[in-house]
């Protein structure tokens, strides 16, 4: 649905996967379905596609028809929604990292500074705490960390110690307390940019993101058939890094190991020419591609102890 999320990077993305008619395929972040529709447009009879999303909006745009299954639950769990649904394998799987439209545009959901709202930030709605309770009851040095870590913001510590501060006189609730609590420690010059960053940093650590996409890499990695392509679509340089680093060393901290014979042992492979940006055209039409990154690695053969092309 284009009402609910503009896919970004849709043709690159597809094409990186290198569909097979008949393959077994996953979108790990379902949102509008534009990613899925067009994957399942290229697929043939037998093929099967499994669209995960944590958020109960998202199912209102599932897909009807033979081959498509719709999972509400978030990626993290993938290998165990495989297993239950018996698929030993699979030959691609696509994730777009970026936050969908429907949530930045949904002012009840907290998502953003441009409305006042609660500050919930939760992806899934039905469980976890809100954002909310991040900045009303983390410990000062907690919150900081986080600003630091989630968000990039060098001046955390200051931030952090004025929502300490601001909350002794009355809860922090809405996106407008919390902007009023940092009300000054913005510099004009870049206040929407560290606006968003601290948004962004309360958002991850919500909803656990960094942790979860760790395990669903890991979890991809695993059930890749060899050939198989795993196509991931980034926004800031935190899950990048991630993204870069599983592909380039099999895991995502970038401890590169080595066989008997000092070969990285590696199951990945990188396809040449990435990363892929969204072209001009589509960044003036669509800005929130404007920081996207799409990088496409490719699962090797192991022969004699050495990974090989398949």
Request: hydrophobic share 40%; with cysteine; net charge neutral.
């Amino acid at each position: 649905m284009d009402c609910y999320h503009v896919p970004v990077l849709l043709a690159e993305s597809v094409d990186g996967l290198g569909l097979k008619p008949g393959g077994v395929y996953v979108d790990a972040t379902f949102g509008g379905g534009g990613h899925s529709r067009e994957i399942m447009r290229r697929l043939g009879p037998g093929a099967r596609l499994y669209g995960f999303d944590q958020d109960a909006d998202a199912e209102a745009n599932a897909i009807e028809g033979e081959g498509f299954t719709f999972v509400r639950s978030n990626f993290r769990y993938l290998r165990n929604w495989m297993r239950y649904y018996g698929e030993d394998h699979i030959d691609g799987l696509l994730a777009d990292l970026g936050v969908s439209s429907h949530h930045l545009d949904d002012a009840a959901r907290g998502f953003s500074f441009r409305f006042d709202a609660p500050l919930d930030m939760r992806m899934n709605k039905r469980a976890g705490a809100t954002a909310a309770d991040v900045v009303n009851t983390y410990a000062e040095e907690r919150l900081a960390d986080v600003l630091y870590l989630y968000g990039e913001l060098k001046n955390s510590r200051r931030l952090a110690a004025a929502i300490a501060k601001a909350r002794q006189s009355a809860p922090i609730a809405t996106t407008a307390d919390l902007m009023r609590a940092v009300d000054g420690l913005l510099p004009p010059q870049r206040a929407k940019k560290d606006a968003a960053r601290l948004f962004q940093a309360l958002r991850i650590e919500v909803n656990h993101e960094m942790q979860a996409l760790a395990e669903m890499l890991s979890a991809a990695v695993a059930l890749l058939a060899p050939g198989g392509r795993l196509a991931v679509i980034t926004y800031h340089s935190l899950e990048d890094r991630m993204v870069k680093n599983l592909m380039r060393a099999g895991n995502v901290e970038g401890r590169v190991e080595q066989d008997f014979f000092g070969r990285t042992a590696a199951p990945l492979r990188q396809l040449p020419g990435m990363p892929v940006v969204p072209p001009a055209a589509e960044q003036e039409a669509n800005p929130r591609s404007r920081s996207a990154k799409l990088r496409v690695a490719e699962k090797l053969a192991r022969t004699g102890g050495a990974e090989q092309p398949v």
